[in-house]
């Protein structure tokens, strides 16, 4: 069954230091998320991804932020300067699209860390 | 803005005993819903899904869960929970006509199975 894959599983950074997240989405699908859970918190959405661009983006998603597709398998996630505040689980996520009625379907997550 | 409420945040069951987690949610109009659950260490898989039709779907393991649209509820049952069933489950929204595709989650449910 395809999946979603995400590397690495876990990372530990510095703060101020920037970090890149990685996944690899399932092939055939067309729209791409980043989520992310602080520890003891919900599920947040951070950023959607179609047709290479930025579709939609939260609050959250700010200038320390970008995603990038530099290939035709990667869907990145980029945090310039990273703040203690943005240690988390972070979630990839894909879904096929054609129409609204397509369930995502989640990679297991880069556990962030920030010290 | 949509929100989705779960108001169970841990639930401790024996096995063999029946499961109910509530999940609300705030949107008035066409909504698709999800359940997703998450297994220690693991990532979010889909457990079930409503798009449109019958509004109780029967999911992978066991689950079910019924769409209220007069209470803007969606809660997840299953009617003898398993050891295997200990996770935390999220709810999730997607409120279509917004022209936002992201989901919107719950806070999770800890589900605690003692053997």
């Known amino acids: 069954e395809p999946e979603v894959t995400q590397t690495p599983s876990h990372q530990v950074t510095q703060m101020g230091q920037e970090v890149i997240l990685r996944c690899v989405p399932i092939?055939?699908?067309?729209?791409f998320y980043w989520y992310r859970q602080i520890l003891g918190q919900k599920v947040e959405f951070l950023v959607s991804?179609?047709?290479?661009?930025?579709?939609?983006k939260s609050e959250i998603f700010d200038d320390q932020f970008s995603v990038e597709r530099p290939d035709g398998s990667n869907f990145t996630l980029k945090i310039r300067s990273t703040k203690l505040e943005d240690s988390a689980m972070y979630f990839c996520a894909s879904r096929r699209g054609g129409t609204s009625n397509t369930e995502a379907f989640f990679g297991q997550g880069t556990r962030l860390t920030v010290v | 803005a949509q929100s989705v409420s779960q108001h169970n945040h841990h639930v401790i069951l024996s096995e063999a005993a029946s499961l109910e987690l509530g999940c609300n949610y705030s949107?008035?109009?066409?909504?698709?819903l999800f359940w997703y659950v998450q297994y220690p260490g693991q990532h979010l898989q889909l457990l079930l899904k409503y798009f449109s039709g019958d509004p109780l779907v029967k999911g992978i393991k066991g689950f079910e869960a019924e769409f209220i649209k007069s209470k803007f509820s969606f809660n997840l049952r299953k009617p003898s929970v398993q050891w295997s069933d200990t996770a935390e489950y999220f709810c999730a929204v997607n409120a279509l006509g917004t022209g936002r595709r992201a989901l919107t989650f719950g806070s999770g449910t800890r589900l605690q199975v003692q053997p």
């Open positions: 991804f179609y047709n290479n661009e930025i579709s939609e």
């Open positions: 949107y008035g109009g066409t909504v698709n």
């Open positions: 092939s055939n699908h067309l729209y």
